[in-house]
């Protein structure tokens, strides 16, 4: 089982900045890619940004040049550093990790708000 825990959100004026944390512990040897979604309420959840264990990114046009993201494969976490906060960033942002030949595990999400 691979448990996935986030931190980091809050509330942020816009034109802030704010770093999420994930951390996945469990039993497995090693975890594949890790990442943020976000969700909005009654939208989908979409992908803001993922990060493979070479460390290939891939970061959603609507945070590119603006959010970042990084891993330490030794301690199996992921931060997401965001900055240049807009109010449309506001939302429920939930932290993945998938283990090589088992189902993606999520984390219970963190609630980052943008004020304006």
């Known amino acids: 089982q691979v448990r996935v825990v986030e931190s980091g959100g809050g509330s942020v004026q816009a034109g802030g900045s704010r770093t999420l944390s994930c951390v996945a512990s469990g039993s497995f040897l090693r975890i594949g890619d890790m990442g943020w979604y976000r969700q909005v309420a009654g939208q989908e959840r979409e992908l803001v940004a993922s990060?493979?264990?070479?460390?290939?990114?891939t970061i959603a046009d609507s945070v590119k040049g603006r959010f970042s993201i990084s891993r330490n494969n030794a301690k199996t976490t992921v931060d997401l550093r965001m900055i240049d906060l807009k109010a449309d960033d506001t939302g429920v942002y939930y932290c993945?990790?998938?283990?090589?030949?088992?189902?993606?595990?999520w984390g219970q999400g963190t609630q980052v708000t943008v004020s304006s």
């Open positions: 990060i493979s264990r070479d460390f290939v990114v």
């Open positions: 993945y990790a998938d283990p090589p030949g088992r189902l993606r595990s």
